[in-house]
């Protein structure tokens, strides 16, 4: 099915992007999509996946420190930023992230998560491994929580986690996306638990923790790092949750640095995980 098209500029002139509207999945979705400089792009392209109550331009700091040789794709995920409707539970966030790249014609990817992003993210990499060339996962959000009321909180306290700049994007997104869709999403998320799906994760991974992330404590980071088979963690001082408008230029430079060392793999084509949590999994 053909999706409308049209072209949006991000802060730099470099960072021009076309929006594209499509239908993935049986949802509607909107795709920001940066084309690589260069004929054919250098490496493969790379999916930037956002968190709760945001879009795709929580990506936009980092968009002008990533190389223009990558094709760059940013979604809004169903429920959130231009795409309409009520959030998906986190597994189907991912079947329908996955709908995205068939349509797009794109057979795999650099998968880049941040926050709910990162739970969507790993499931795709999970449940999808053919179309995930490598998995980086940004204050990853996946563990459900216990202290509800302490988190929500937090959670209504932005200045405490999010750096002052940065507010009117967070603002601007989270009443956009009102408040029904931000509750779902917020109950979606609160419950979703991705630990039973790290260990069959077999895509080089990346975890990058902000070290002063009041949202999900660094000890998250270091678990989930634990829980992936060969993945590596890495800590960015002076970071808070919302590491791609914290620290874009830093956080590009382990995105290329990372992408570099795994450019020539080719992802796995079997071994998907089902889904199915063992005995006595939370």
Not at 238 to 243: K, L, R
Not at 265 to 275: D, H, Q, S, V, Y
């Amino acid at each position: 099915m053909g999706g409308a098209r049209d072209v949006t500029c991000a802060d730099a002139p470099s960072a021009q992007v076309e929006k594209t509207r499509l239908v993935a999945a049986g949802r509607r979705v909107v795709v920001r999509r940066r084309r690589a400089a260069s004929t054919p792009p250098a490496s493969p392209p790379v999916l930037l996946v956002h968190a709760l109550a945001a879009s795709w331009r929580w990506w936009r700091p980092v968009l002008p420190h990533l190389g223009r040789g990558r094709e760059i794709l940013l979604p809004d995920l169903p429920g959130f930023g231009g795409s309409p409707g009520l959030p998906c539970p986190i597994p189907d966030q991912a079947r329908i992230l996955a709908a995205t790249l068939d349509h797009l014609g794109i057979a795999a990817a650099h998968v880049v998560g941040h926050s709910m992003g990162g739970a969507v993210s790993a499931e795709l990499a999970a449940r999808y491994p053919e179309r995930v060339v490598s998995l980086v996962l940004v204050d990853s959000a996946g563990r459900p929580f216990r202290a509800f009321p302490h988190y929500l909180g937090r959670l209504a306290q932005p200045w405490s986690w999010c750096r002052p700049s940065f507010i009117p994007t967070l603002v601007s997104d989270v009443i956009r996306t009102r408040p029904l869709r931000l509750a779902v999403g917020i109950r979606r998320l609160l419950v979703y638990d991705i630990r039973p799906a790290l260990p069959a994760i077999a895509v080089p991974t990346l975890v990058v923790w902000g070290e002063k992330d009041r949202l999900l404590p660094s000890e998250a980071g270091s678990d989930m790092a634990r829980s992936i088979p060969g993945a590596r963690l890495e800590t960015l001082r002076g970071a808070g949750h919302i590491v791609p408008a914290d620290r874009p230029a830093e956080l590009a430079r382990l995105l290329e640095d990372f992408w570099g060392r795994v450019s020539n793999r080719i992802p796995e084509t079997r071994g998907a995980w089902t889904g199915e949590r063992p005995a006595g999994a939370p």
